[in-house]
């Protein structure tokens, strides 16, 4: 039996199976971004004095921000898996409508409607 989430515009619904795929979608994310930040600071550590030597201010420059979005990422599918568990995944965090199904396929870690989202973007 297929059991439906009333989420996203228009009436579209997201089936157990869309939140399972949504679900492992953000397992694979948060692995990558996990992995993604163990490698950068297993560069940053090994050979630390030597490597700071060698790269420019622009490369150490690059590397910080690099980890910077991927932690910032990896937060964000903490808190969408959280949501999940806690039944409040796929309700925008400003307005508290749903969040359109094929949004959260292309974004499973969105917090905000498309309209929101352009609101808060243009806010800063």
């Known amino acids: 039996m297929v059991t439906h989430h009333t989420i996203g515009e228009h009436g579209t619904a997201l089936s ?5 795929t949504l679900r492992e979608n953000l397992h694979e994310q948060r ?6 930040l163990r490698q950068i600071g ?19 420059e690059v590397r910080i921000k690099l980890a910077a979005s991927a932690r910032m990422v990896l937060a964000d599918v ?3 898996l959280a949501r999940m568990d806690e039944g409040g995944y796929g309700t925008c965090r400003l307005c508290r409508r749903p969040i359109a ?3 959260l396929m292309i974004v499973p870690q969105a917090r905000y409607c498309a309209r929101c989202q352009q609101v ?3 806010a800063r």
Do not use: P
């Open 16 to 20: 157990s199976e869309d939140l399972a």
């Open 31 to 36: 692995l990558f971004r996990t992995e993604q």
């Open 42 to 60: 297993a560069a940053s550590a090994s050979r630390a004095d030597e490597l700071i030597q060698q790269r420019t201010a622009s490369q150490i």
């Open 78 to 80: 903490e808190e969408a």
């Open 101 to 103: 199904r094929e949004r």
């Open 120 to 122: 808060s973007k243009a």
